[in-house]
C-alpha cells in the first residue's frame, strides 16, 4: 500500500530535550516536507527537499532541521524544543522534484512543556 | 497580503445543495493548485488538482481556475453531511519550489 508513515504519532517531552519525528515514504518520490499546522494559521511549511542531499528552507524553518540521505526518509530533528514548537506536524511527499500532488502521513502531535 | 486566502467560514449549506468553496493566491507565476479534505484530527487528503484555465470536474467535484483572476474555486454538488470538513487550497510550482497553503474553509452539510 502507497503511505507515508511517521513516527511517533503523539509525544509529549520536556523543553530542550532533543528529538526526532520520522517519517519515510514508499512510493519512490522525490520531493519530501514538514509542515506544522496551528489553529488559525493553517499548514505552513518547515522544510522541503527536492531529491536526496537536497533540502531547503520553508517558510518556518527556525528551531527544526532535516536532511534527506535516502530518498524514502526525511526526519524532522529538534535540537532543543521549545513550548512554541508544540503542534500538529506533517510529512508529505510528492512525485517528481517539485511540490505536485501531495501525500501526506498521519499526523504526529508534539506537546513540549 | 497572505499568498493563499480562503474565507475561514464556517459555510453551511443544507444536504443535497451545492457547496461552492474559493481561493485566491498571489504568486502570479504559480503553475499547479489544489483542493484538499481535512476532518478534524486527520491529514489532508488530496481531492482535486488543477493546472490550466477552465473546469475540471471528477465525480461530484469540479475545479474552476482563473489565472487571470488568480482564483481558485471548488464545487461540491449533491453535498452530503460526509462533506463536512475543512477544504484546504494549496499553490506550487511559483516562484519557489513551495507548496503553499490556505488556512482552510470549515463546510458543515446540515442533514
Known amino acids: 500500500e502507497a503511505q507515508v508513515t511517521q513516527n511517533p504519532r503523539y509525544l509529549i517531552t520536556v523543553t530542550g530535550k532533543k528529538l526526532t519525528v520520522t517519517c519515510s515514504q514508499n512510493?519512490?518520490?522525490?520531493?519530501m516536507s514538514w509542515y506544522r499546522q496551528d489553529p488559525g494559521l493553517g499548514l505552513r511549511q518547515i522544510y522541503y527537499s527536492m531529491n536526496v542531499e537536497v533540502t531547503d528552507k520553508g517558510d518556518v524553518p527556525e528551531g527544526y532541521k532535516v536532511s534527506r540521505k535516502e530518498k524514502r526518509n526525511f526526519p524532522l530533528i529538534l535540537e532543543s524544543p521549545s513550548p512554541n514548537q508544540t503542534s500538529l506536524y506533517f510529512c508529505?511527499?510528492?512525485?517528481?522534484?517539485?511540490?505536485?500532488?501531495?501525500?501526506f502521513g498521519q499526523g504526529t502531535r508534539l506537546t513540549v512543556v | 497580503q497572505k499568498e493563499v486566502e480562503q474565507n475561514s467560514g464556517p459555510l453551511s449549506v443544507p444536504e443535497g445543495a451545492i457547496a461552492s468553496l474559493n481561493c485566491t493566491y498571489s504568486d502570479r507565476v504559480s503553475q499547479s493548485f489544489f483542493w484538499y479534505r481535512q476532518y478534524s484530527g486527520k491529514s489532508p487528503e488530496l481531492i482535486m488538482s488543477?493546472?490550466?484555465?477552465g473546469d475540471k470536474e471528477d465525480g461530484r467535484f469540479t475545479a474552476q481556475l482563473n489565472k487571470a483572476s488568480q482564483y481558485v474555486s471548488l464545487l461540491i454538488r449533491d453535498s452530503q453531511p460526509s462533506d463536512s470538513a475543512t477544504y484546504l487550497c494549496a499553490t506550487g510550482g511559483g516562484a519557489t519550489n513551495k507548496l503553499i497553503f490556505g488556512t482552510g474553509t470549515l463546510l458543515a452539510v446540515q442533514p
Open positions: 508529505a511527499s510528492s512525485l517528481g522534484g517539485r511540490p505536485t500532488e501531495a501525500f
Open positions: 512510493m519512490n518520490h522525490e520531493y
Open positions: 488543477i493546472y490550466s484555465n
